[in-house]
């Protein structure tokens, strides 16, 4: 079984600062992209970032300039920093990979966006 965990998700003012974590365990054989997503109250899910094995990333108009997406590949770990942050951001943040897992003795793949974690809640106050 493989799971994704999201921690770092807190209560900060306008202006503030926030690193976010997602660690991957279980079953993988190996990680692709990894990804960070959010969803407000009332608003569907929403990409903010993706960062390939490579390092190569992707961060969406609204986030370019604040966030930065990194990870660890020998962690399993994805990372959201995350800058100047304004009350819009606030948000359940969810991470999600493209991965390859064992599932008894079968070798399965799930994309981007099959596979979420539980979330961390942000919430940012003006």
């Known amino acids: 079984q493989v799971r994704l965990v999201e921690s770092g998700g807190a209560l900060v003012q306008a202006g503030g600062s926030l690193r976010l974590s997602c660690a991957a365990s279980?079953?993988?054989?190996?990680?692709?992209?990894m990804g960070w997503y959010r969803q407000a109250p009332g608003k569907q899910r929403e990409l903010v970032a993706t960062?390939?094995?490579?390092?190569?990333?992707n961060v969406v108009d609204y986030a370019k300039g604040r966030f930065t997406i990194s990870r660890d590949n020998a962690k399993n770990t994805v990372y959201l920093q995350m800058n100047s942050l304004q009350p819009e951001d606030t948000a359940v943040y969810y991470c999600s990979a493209d991965f390859t897992y064992y599932s008894g003795s079968y070798l399965l793949r799930r994309n981007l966006g099959d596979y979420w974690g539980q979330g961390t809640q942000v919430t940012v106050s003006s």
């Open positions: 279980g079953s993988i054989l190996s990680i692709n992209a």
């Open positions: 960062i390939n094995s490579g390092g190569s990333t």
